[in-house]
């Protein structure tokens, strides 16, 4: 077995067992470390590949089912007391998020004995009218509740739970008053002081919901469009374009690459810059999970390039996740958008190479139809989760990835040029506004027409976990088939060449 492999290997055994300790906790896992045991007797004795194989399965299994197994434990355990009084120093420490009716805070304790310190953040429902930013030191009293699950389809205390989140202070609760910090800046506030200006730059250079739309595809978040228009992206199935992902980091990525290179950087040199411009747009963007699994996994892809060995995809993506799961196992179950990016980019690992294969060299359209067909593929592995979590399915997005996501890197750049030299040389900006302004109007005004129709969009069955299981291996299943078949033809192919000459 290849080094690769084993690396694969263990990678998938450690994410399997991540599954299992939270679905099972800890059951029968000292019969998994009982036979691990076992293993490495019996490999050491006659050195057999398979129980080698048997014994990492076994192995990394048992530790990722350790890892999720006591996080689970630990929130289980949490949800018995129900409410606590509170009063002490507290600083936020995420960006505040504007809701309907509150204004969404997060909160952690400081300055206190270790062993009063509340272990994990309070979500504050702050009146709409308070203006806070990151970082911000506050004294803070509230009556401390638990989250209820207000639907039985939804574990909102879970959800809260995977972001780190215990306590709530209801809307309409809450007593504070700031204090001075003398304290040195944290880096995570500088970004924030950074990004609200270019937010502000975004919004003059733009009228609404263009200025919107902008600040969605360059800073991420659907929250920061109108209502309207945010359901109208939903419905036509084009909302991962203001969702911080893989598609965003690899157009930013590859921008930052070819102007290193175009100054007269070396290649080596600028993948490290764009390596640290990765790092840079996710804390910028406050980090969301698909962003932060889309620059590790872009991350490592490029240090792979630098030490001169092409990254294996797959190996990249699982690492990715497992890093981002070891960190928090809760994301797996409870994080959707963890489990939507991980399949698309799955789908596009499975169908960007069958693309080449099947429409080999250059033709009028190549770029078009190559997103046609990466958007079909991933609606193959994306369309059973949404339909399992909201029983709806956008048929029409197709059509509307295939018309509008070819404007989108356009779009980006310009208002990226608006925003920065309405910072540099204000008045100067109109040179990237205007464009900027023509593609993004047609993207809202696209979305504002077919979203309002209701049938771009239909509801069907809500398919059960058995159904997904069967759905996806069967799914993986023919890739690897065709994949493996790809390949021998390949190596028939080399050895008639070689047996020829």
């Not at 806070?132 to 909102?156: I, Q, T, V």
């Not at 980019?345 to 169908?351: A, M, S």
């Not at 009028?364 to 958007?375: C, N, Q």
């Not at 005004?445 to 129709?453: I, L, T």
Request: charge should be positive; charged fraction near 15%; include cysteine.
């Amino acid at each position: 077995m290849s080094s690769d492999r084993i690396f694969f290997f263990c990678l998938f055994s450690f994410l399997v067992g991540i599954g299992w300790g939270l679905l099972f906790g800890e059951h029968l896992l000292f019969f998994v470390l009982l036979l691990s045991v076992l293993g490495i007797a019996f490999w050491t004795a006659f050195r057999v590949k398979i129980v080698l194989a048997g014994f990492l399965f076994l192995a990394f299994f048992s530790f990722g089912a350790l890892r999720s197994s006591h996080e689970m434990q630990f929130w289980q355990e949490e949800k018995s007391n129900v409410s606590r009084e509170f009063s002490g120093e507290v600083r936020i420490i995420k960006e505040p998020v504007r809701k309907d009716f509150f204004r969404s805070i997060e909160l952690r304790q400081e300055s206190c004995p270790k062993e009063s310190c509340l272990s994990k953040s309070i979500l504050w429902e702050a009146p709409l009218e308070t203006k806070f930013s990151l970082g911000e030191k506050m004294s803070f009293s509230c009556s401390l509740k638990k989250a209820e699950n207000f639907r039985p389809d939804f574990d909102y205390q879970m959800f809260l739970a995977k972001e780190g989140i215990l306590w709530i202070c209801p809307s309409g609760t809450g007593t504070y008053s700031m204090l001075p910090d003398t304290g040195k800046n944290f880096p995570s506030e500088n970004l924030f002081l950074l990004k609200r200006n270019f937010e502000h730059a975004l919004g003059k250079s733009f009228p609404e919901p263009e200025a919107s739309l902008a600040q969605g595809l360059l800073l991420g978040g659907g929250n920061r469009l109108p209502d309207t228009l945010r359901d109208a992206f939903s419905q036509i199935g084009l909302s991962h374009i203001v969702a911080v992902s893989g598609y965003n980091i690899t157009l930013v990525a590859e921008l930052v690459l070819v102007l290193g290179i175009l100054f007269g950087i070396w290649r080596k040199q600028a993948l490290w810059v764009a390596c640290l411009s990765i790092l840079f747009f996710v804390l910028f963007v406050g980090a969301p999970a698909s962003a932060v699994r889309a620059g590790l996994m872009a991350g490592v892809g490029f240090v792979a390039l630098q030490s001169g060995r092409l990254g294996k995809p797959f190996s990249l993506l699982l690492l990715a996740a497992a890093l981002m799961l070891f960190l928090n196992p809760l994301l797996l179950l409870y994080d959707i958008g963890f489990q939507l990016s991980f399949l698309a980019t799955l789908g596009i690992l499975f169908g960007a190479p069958w693309f080449e294969r099947v429409f080999p060299g250059d033709f009028f359209g190549k770029k078009i139809l190559e997103i046609a067909w990466l958007t079909g593929i991933i609606e193959l592995f994306v369309v059973p989760l949404l339909l399992f979590h909201f029983q709806t399915f956008s048929w029409f997005s197709l059509f509307a990835n295939v018309l509008l996501l070819p404007l989108v890197p356009f779009a980006m750049m310009f208002s990226f040029g608006a925003g920065l030299l309405f910072l540099l040389l204000p008045g100067a900006h109109f040179l990237f506004s205007v464009p900027a302004y023509f593609l993004l109007t047609i993207i809202t005004r696209f979305a504002e027409f077919f979203g309002s129709f209701s049938w771009v969009s239909i509801t069907l069955f809500r398919p059960s976990i058995l159904f997904l299981f069967v759905w996806y291996a069967f799914l993986i299943g023919i890739f690897l088939f065709f994949e493996e078949k790809q390949t021998r033809k390949w190596y028939a192919n080399a050895f008639s060449f070689s047996a020829r000459r």
